[in-house]
């Protein structure tokens, strides 16, 4: 049995087919980021017109992709699929309402049931793409460009928030930082292309929080010392090594990242760890929490790169074990933008 699955809940309008063992046979997405890019930032307006726009091509490029996986010469058709699931929150509000209202139409028409996804489930799923015997309990980092979460996953759907960013999340970090260099939008693999060939030690950017003895993270205090060293190094007339300033201010988010994920694995015992969100794609930080952490005899498991940032397998497998578990949604469900795990 087929289910596909809609993500829509930021820029990127995304639709996967999965079949019940978990064979991923279509993963198409569309990304707006080239029509948000000189605005430096996602405009919710825009991203909601502009899923409108390509949702219905989409979901054809993926019941074609998905018939080409199972070698067939006709499209998948609608009937074919066993359930339609969709990402309900959180996002922006008029994002997610355009995947959930397609979502409900088309699996109305095509007598299927709706599954409801919440997005940050999503990003903890896309860890079963490449480890699917990954069981609770486990810690869970979800680094995101909307949230930065420690995680202790009990069960699975038992989720106990350690916590949270008390401002910016990490992956709006990178975002703000590429930003004030002027280097361009989203900043997180502009600022990882750069560090490649950088000293992590040149800048000695600021730690906060890193021996608060709880779960909080904060960014923004960082944020600012990155701006501030920028205005100090031009009024002197010095030229700032972009490299160094990458992979010093990586350091800085990384090492608050690896001490708190570390604490929170002792604490609870937990011997497994995985990471979720767009900054997961960074390889700095896979290598840093793969390294320091299997050395102290923790199993990292780590999502593909490309299922690091929004995209609709994750949300698909998420929908595939609902629907194993006949946990369908009614019609009448609303997207819901302040979702949480
Ligand atoms: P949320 O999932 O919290 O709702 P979102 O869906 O907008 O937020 P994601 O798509 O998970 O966020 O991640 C996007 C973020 O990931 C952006 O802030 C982007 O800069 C960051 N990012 C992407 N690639 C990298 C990388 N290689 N290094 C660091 N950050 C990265
Ligand atoms: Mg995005
Ligand atoms: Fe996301």
Redesign the pocket.
């Known amino acids: 049995s087929l289910v596909m699955a809609i993500e829509s ?4 309008t995304a639709v996967a087919i999965i079949d019940a063992a978990g064979r991923m046979l279509a993963n198409q997405v569309s990304t707006q980021i080239d029509f948000h890019a000189r605005f430096g930032g ?1 405009v919710p307006e825009i991203a909601s017109r502009k899923h409108v726009e390509v949702i219905v091509g989409v979901v054809d490029a993926a019941l074609e992709e998905a018939a080409a996986s199972l070698g067939l010469a006709d499209s998948v058709a609608p009937g074919e699929l066993a359930a339609v699931g969709v990402t309900q929150g ?2 922006l509000v008029g994002a997610l309402v355009v995947g959930v209202a397609f979502a409900k139409g088309f699996a109305f028409a095509a007598g299927k049931p709706l599954i409801a996804v919440n ?2 489930e ?2 903890l799923y896309a860890n079963l793409l490449t480890t699917p015997d990954l069981e609770p309990p486990f810690i869970f980092t ?6 930065t979460m420690l995680v202790h996953v009990r069960a699975w759907g038992d989720y106990e928030v350690l916590g949270e960013t008390l401002d910016d ?7 703000k930082v ?1 930003k004030a260099l002027g280097l361009g ?9 750069l560090a490649e060939d950088g000293d992590s030690k040149a800048i000695d950017f600021p730690r906060a929080m890193m021996h608060s003895h709880d779960y909080r993270f904060s960014l923004s205090g960082l944020k600012t010392a990155v701006v501030t060293y920028i205005e100090q190094e031009a009024a002197a007339g010095r030229t700032i090594h972009l490299p160094d300033l990458a992979a010093s201010f ?1 350091a800085a988010v990384f090492d608050v990242q690896f001490k708190k994920a570390w604490d929170a694995l002792k604490q609870t015992g937990a011997k497994e760890y995985c990471l ?10 896979r290598e840093l929490l793969v390294r320091k952490l299997s050395r102290r005899g923790v199993r990292v498991t780590l999502p593909p790169q490309h299922a ?3 995209n609709a397998a994750m949300i698909a497998e998420v929908a595939r074990r609902k629907y194993r578990e006949g946990d369908y949604a009614a019609f009448d469900m609303d997207a819901d933008p302040n979702m949480t795990l």
Request: glycine fraction near 20%.
């Open positions: 809940s930021c820029d990127e996602v959180p996002g997005h940050l999503g990003h979800l680094v995101s460009g909307g949230h999340a990490v992956g709006e970090a990178f975002d590429a939008y989203p900043g997180g693999p502009i600022i990882s292309r990586e979720g969100g767009g900054v997961a794609a960074n390889p700095h930080l690091c940032t929004d």
